[in-house]
T-cell receptor, first 114, second 116 residues
Framework: AQKVTQAQTEISVVEKEDVTLDCVYE???????LFWYKQPPSGELVFLIR??????QNEISGRYSWNFQKSTSSFNFTITASQVVDSAVYFC???????????FGDGTTLTVKP | EAGVAQSPRYKIIEKRQSVAFWCNPI?????LYWYQQILGQGPKLLIQ????????DSQLPKDRFSAERLKGVDSTLKIQPAKLEDSAVYLC??????????????FGPGTRLTVT
């Protein structure tokens, strides 16, 4: 069975600080996909980033970057120079390679104060 | 491109009543998901369709929940009879089928159900 754990329930930072959201997952599959989604106060989940299990190259996209380490089953997400608009609940999700069945963590609530 | 549409946005019912939610996915998206999101938790998959076939419904409480996706487009999720613990946001999501699970899901705004 798949499992996603986001140990940080809430994080509070001051604007312009960098913040890292942690995600640890469990799966028996050798091929899978990992995602981060953002759920702003309006409620609609929005896709942010994706990584497949056979590519451990870490990337940067604008203010977002991610660190995927298969050896520790972790997929951490960093926001650089945080802004007030980044305040939201962030979910890490694990998806099966074939059918796309997804398991979500319980989310980390990020509050960015001005 | 229109997003995932859901209705109603809010629903308040008494326990033991019935309720139905509707979802219209993004055009061309073969895969459709229904999730239950209880306050303070992540979305929990209830059922996954590919076209009009069920891929996974292992976490759907089949004694009270049912879902269908006729013609492989719109979908409805029904609860009959509702219990207090069914109070949650019901999310619909769709995904473009790429032959793998690697494409992202697009979520609707959700239906907030309150059972009193």
């Amino acid at each position: 069975a798949q499992k996603v754990t986001q140990a940080q329930t809430e994080i509070s930072v001051v604007e312009k600080e960098d913040v890292t959201l942690d995600c640890v997952y469990e799966t028996r599959d050798t091929t899978y996909y990992l995602f981060w989604y953002k759920q702003p106060p309006s409620g609609e989940l929005v896709f942010l980033i994706r990584r497949n299990s056979f590519d451990e190259q870490n990337e940067i996209s604008g203010r977002y970057s991610w660190n995927f380490q298969k050896s520790t089953s972790s997929f951490n997400f960093t926001i650089t120079a945080s802004q007030v608009v980044d305040s939201a609940v962030y979910f890490c999700a694990l998806s099966e390679a074939q059918a796309g069945k997804s398991t979500f963590g319980d989310g980390t609530t990020l509050t960015v104060k001005p | 491109e229109a997003g995932v549409a859901q209705s109603p946005r809010y629903k308040i019912i008494e326990k033991r009543q019935s309720v139905a939610f509707w979802c219209n996915p993004i055009s061309g998206h073969a895969t459709l998901y229904w999730y239950q999101q209880i306050l303070g938790q992540g979305p929990k998959l209830l059922i996954q369709f590919q076209n009009n076939g069920v891929v996974d419904d292992s976490q759907l409480p089949k004694d009270r929940f049912s879902a269908e996706r006729l013609k492989g487009v719109d979908s409805t999720l029904k609860i009959q009879p509702a219990k207090l613990e069914d109070s949650a946001v019901y999310l619909c999501a769709s995904r473009q089928e790429t032959g793998t699970g690697g494409s992202e899901q697009y979520f609707g705004p959700g239906t907030r159900l309150t059972v009193t």
